[in-house]
């Protein structure tokens, strides 16, 4: 089926560093999502974006975060600066019409 | 909220017997969706069922849907060792919006 692909899939980064999560979309979508989990825990909405805008974001999308789709193929989750409690697995999905939605096998971001 | 609560927390079954997870949910909803994440991979939808149907099978899997008391079931039968995983329900206000996830029924199938 159609996939998703998260790139890096481990990645490791001093606190107050930038770092930049890549997600590949499946070609023809149109919706993006990012989702933070938490292990062992549910998984949580940050964003959404279409047509190259934010959607919406959630209290967890915090001023330190940022999303785009520069070139109209990879979808960035930028964090600038890092903190301790963003670590976490960050999942990217992709959806055609918004409903049969696709999700990456997630980037595990540890933040030292 | 959309918010969307799955029971009981996990369950255990030996392969080959059926598992019913169930899922409760607020609001209003124009789809609920069951997922499946297994352990160290994004979660994979299973069924996307519309307010207006009542049951959707895929396979081994059946989801129901009541809007009346805003819940679904979600049944897998002549269970596997790979059906091991967290499901999840998730509803979102419209195409494109926001899934919100409930925190997801552990089932566990022994050989």
């Known amino acids: 089926g159609p996939k998703v692909l998260q790139i890096p899939s481990h990645q490791i980064i001093d606190m107050g560093q930038m770092v930049t999560l890549n997600c590949d979309p499946v070609s023809n979508h149109l919706y993006f999502y990012w989702y933070k989990q938490i292990l062992g825990q549910q998984m949580e909405f940050l964003v959404n974006f279409y047509n190259g805008k934010v959607m919406e974001k959630s209290k967890l999308f915090k001023d330190q975060f940022s999303v785009e789709r520069p070139d109209g193929s990879y979808f960035t989750l930028k964090i600038q600066p890092t903190a301790l409690e963003d670590s976490a697995v960050y999942f990217c999905?992709?959806?055609?019409?918004?409903?049969?939605?696709?999700f990456g096998k997630g980037t595990r971001l540890t933040v030292v | 909220s959309q918010l969307a609560e799955e029971n009981p927390w996990a369950l255990s079954v030996h392969e080959g017997e059926s598992v019913t997870v169930n899922c409760s949910y607020k609001t209003s909803i124009t789809a609920l969706q069951w997922y499946r994440q297994k352990s160290g991979e994004g979660p994979a939808q299973l069924i996307l069922i519309r307010s207006n149907e009542r049951e959707k099978r895929n396979g081994r899997l059946r989801a129901t849907l009541d809007t009346s008391s805003q819940s679904s079931s979600l049944s897998i039968t002549a269970t596997r060792c790979e059906d091991t995983a967290v499901y999840f329900c998730?509803?979102?206000?419209?195409?494109?919006?926001?899934?919100?996830f409930g925190i997801g029924t552990r089932v566990l199938v022994r050989p």
């Open positions: 998730a509803t979102a206000p419209g195409a494109g919006n926001k899934l919100t």
């Open positions: 999905a992709s959806s055609l019409k918004g409903q049969e939605v696709f």
